[in-house]
């Protein structure tokens, strides 16, 4: 077979597999409980509203012939125009100038690393932070530090020691973190902001989660802050990327980013150049669907999660050994367990797959550095209460045993 690493581009050495996509293999094998995956239920998709959507834009000769053609690379202007309008209810004002449509709010984050990283900048991020942006990022030969938050009061001289430039900007997850759950509240997303604008930082803001809250009152976003102490978006540092796959269906690869006009110019150039533009059927089934019904179908996706979310965290209290903690977040998909010292996340998993035929995520994929190995991410949003009890119950006793034969 022939070598053609010498023919690859440098930035492809940074390129991994990621952990979760493999793990995901592993929802096929019926006998497992999964908690790897933090991805929607099915059973809560709008099947018929969806199916309904495309056979009445098919159905009609103008609306297909408008669906199936080429389109403009900023997107469909009815859901933007329908995303101004829900923004703005998120406190947001804002057009549909300020709206680009992109393939899921992973691609937003791969426009937003090519928009602002060349070659050695640095990106500051959680720590840890959403495997997905740090694959997205890597694409652009970063490097990472650790973003200013609640336990980091860093000043820009500590960033730019030994002649380093300052950052370029930071990705934060401020509603229900992928990994940990964790939320910022109102006075550490003010404290943020007072940092960037100090850095001169911007900032990305993914709000994949924003709809699954449980408990608790909402938060205002970063943009919404700072586009009110700047006097408008088009005067403030924050990017908002948005999506529909955890409030509506993952499939139709619908997501979105909110900032500034030039910054939108900016990256429907790069939308051009990409892929042209999404799917404007995909378009015109979702701007039916999330006009129509995405307030209801989040009111049962909460119902659903709560549920998941209390019968996890109970189990945890329940069977988790000494030594153990955990989060116990107000919305979201996933609790972030830390393991005592010496216990590795991926060693266990590994023996819990073989074991207790139970997964989950070993938590050092989500550091840059790949440190804080005695650590986990649990997703549960697939599985049912019942099922979620006997899978900590099955994780617990393999820990123990793993524990104990630390301790000899």
């Known amino acids: 077979m022939s070598d053609w690493s010498e023919h690859y581009a440098t930035r492809v050495s940074n390129m991994q597999a990621s952990e979760i996509r493999e793990?995901?293999?592993?929802?096929?094998?019926?006998?497992?409980?999964?908690?790897?995956?933090?991805?929607?239920?099915?059973?809560?998709?709008?099947?018929?509203?969806?199916a309904a959507a495309?056979?009445?834009i098919l159905g009609d000769p103008e609306r297909s012939a408008v669906a199936l053609q080429y389109s403009i690379s900023e997107g469909y202007l009815p859901l933007r125009e329908w995303l101004a309008g829900y923004m703005g209810r998120l406190g947001v004002a804002c057009t549909p100038e300020n709206i680009l449509i992109t393939n899921g709010s992973?691609?937003?984050?791969?426009?937003?690393?090519?928009?602002?990283?060349?070659?050695?900048?640095?990106?500051?991020?959680?720590?840890?932070?959403?495997?997905?942006?740090?694959?997205?990022?890597?694409?652009?030969?970063?490097?990472?530090?650790?973003?200013?938050?609640?336990?980091?009061?860093?000043s820009l001289e500590s960033y730019t020691a030994g002649g380093m430039a300052k950052p370029k900007f930071g990705y934060v997850m401020p509603e229900f973190q992928n990994p940990t759950g964790t939320s910022l509240s109102l006075a550490e997303?003010?404290?943020?902001?007072?940092?960037?604008?100090?850095?001169?930082?911007?900032?990305?803001?993914?709000?994949?989660?924003?709809?699954?809250?449980?408990?608790?009152?909402?938060?205002?976003?970063?943009?919404?802050?700072?586009?009110?102490?700047?006097?408008?978006?088009?005067?403030?540092?924050?990017?908002?990327?948005?999506?529909?796959?955890?409030?509506?269906?993952?499939a139709l690869r619908i997501g979105w980013i909110v900032a500034?006009?030039?910054?939108?110019?900016?990256?429907?150039?790069?939308?051009?150049?990409?892929?042209?533009?999404?799917?404007?059927?995909?378009?015109?089934?979702?701007?039916?669907?999330?006009?129509a019904l995405i307030e209801d179908l989040a009111d049962t996706m909460r119902q659903v999660y709560r549920e998941r979310r209390d019968a996890m965290v109970a189990a945890l209290d329940r069977y988790m050994p000494e030594g153990v903690s955990f989060t116990r977040p107000e919305g979201g998909m996933f609790v972030w367990?830390?393991?005592?010292?010496?216990?590795?996340?991926?060693?266990?998993?590994?023996?819990?797959?073989?074991?207790?035929?139970?997964?989950?995520?070993?938590?050092?994929?989500?550091?840059?550095?790949?440190?804080?190995?005695?650590?986990?991410?649990?997703?549960?949003?697939?599985?049912?209460?019942?099922?979620?009890?006997?899978?900590?119950?099955?994780?617990?006793?393999?820990?123990?045993?793993m524990i104990s034969e630390t301790a000899v």
């Open 23 to 50: 793990l995901l293999k592993l929802l096929d094998q019926p006998d497992i409980i999964s908690f790897a995956g933090g991805i929607p239920d099915p059973a809560l998709f709008p099947h018929q509203a969806i």
């Open 54 to 56: 495309y056979q009445r």
């Open 106 to 154: 992973q691609q937003a984050l791969d426009f937003i690393g090519k928009l602002f990283l060349s070659p050695g900048d640095t990106a500051l991020v959680a720590w840890p932070t959403y495997l997905g942006a740090l694959q997205a990022f890597n694409s652009y030969e970063p490097r990472f530090d650790v973003l200013p938050g609640p336990d980091t009061n860093r």
């Open 189 to 250: 997303r003010e404290r943020l902001l007072d940092t960037a604008a100090e850095f001169d930082l911007p900032l990305a803001e993914d709000s994949a989660y924003e709809k699954l809250r449980y408990d608790g009152e909402r938060v205002p976003s970063l943009l919404a802050l700072a586009a009110a102490r700047a006097g408008g978006i088009d005067h403030c540092k924050v990017l908002y990327c948005g999506t529909f796959s955890k409030s509506i269906v993952p």
């Open 260 to 291: 500034a006009k030039p910054v939108i110019q900016k990256l429907v150039l790069m939308k051009q150049a990409s892929d042209l533009h999404v799917s404007t059927l995909n378009q015109m089934v979702m701007y039916e669907v999330a006009s």
């Open 337 to 401: 367990v830390t393991l005592p010292e010496g216990i590795d996340g991926a060693a266990l998993l590994k023996r819990c797959i073989e074991v207790g035929r139970v997964a989950f995520v070993p938590g050092a994929a989500f550091f840059a550095d790949r440190s804080c190995r005695n650590t986990m991410r649990m997703s549960f949003s697939l599985i049912p209460p019942a099922k979620i009890e006997e899978g900590i119950k099955r994780l617990a006793a393999v820990l123990k045993q």
